[in-house]
């Protein structure tokens, strides 16, 4: 880790850094994924934000409207430089996607007959699933390791992709009990 402050680290940082940063990320990940390397960029290569600040923003763009990966340079960067910084990351995130799905849809409306193409689509949806599954690995850290958790997890997952239940639903159902598992309890 860098050991000067992250206050000196942060006025240091340059727009175009920022921007090239996002815009890698932009261009080597796909769906879920996109997460993952933001953390790994904010968190393990840059060092701009702690652990804490980076799953403080997340639960935070998680409860906005929108992408989450988008809502999260959108507050990293917000974060770092402030307006200006927000933009900057935002744009180098969706940049590269946005020319990857308009060339993507040209080419796909010129040859929806090929059957390249939906292989394609295909393993674009199998990369993805795999950087959501890897992410969520990587997020829930020691939570995997705890009983409790996992008496949450399992069965949301469960309820999610076997039972094919729509989200407010699961929340409906798993909100109580994960209240109960970890309700406050007076000390002995």
């Not at 923003?57 to 809502?71: D, F, H, K, R």
């Not at 744009?91 to 590269?96: A, E, Q, R, S």
């Amino acid at each position: 880790m860098n050991p000067i402050s992250p206050e000196v680290n942060r006025a240091k940082i340059s727009l175009f850094d920022l921007f090239f940063q996002f815009l890698i990320i932009g261009a080597v990940s796909f769906g879920g994924g996109i997460v993952a390397y933001e953390r790994i960029l904010l968190i393990e290569k840059k060092a701009w934000l702690t652990a804490d600040e980076f799953m403080g923003y997340l639960a935070i763009s998680q409860t906005m409207p929108g992408l989450n990966s988008v809502n999260l340079a959108v507050l990293a960067g917000d974060h770092l430089r402030g307006t200006l910084g927000a933009l900057v990351a935002t744009i180098g995130l969706i940049f590269p996607g946005s020319l990857f799905v308009l060339a993507i849809g040209v080419a796909y409306t010129n040859n929806t007959d090929h059957p390249l193409a939906n292989l394609v689509l295909a393993g674009v949806a199998a990369a993805a699933s795999g950087l959501l599954a890897a992410i969520t690995y990587r997020i829930g850290g020691d939570h995997w390791k705890d009983f409790k958790s996992l008496l949450i997890i399992i069965p949301t997952f469960l309820l999610m992709s076997v039972a094919k239940l729509n989200l407010p639903i699961v929340l409906l159902l798993m909100a109580p009990i994960a209240i109960f598992i970890y309700r406050p309890r007076a000390e002995s």
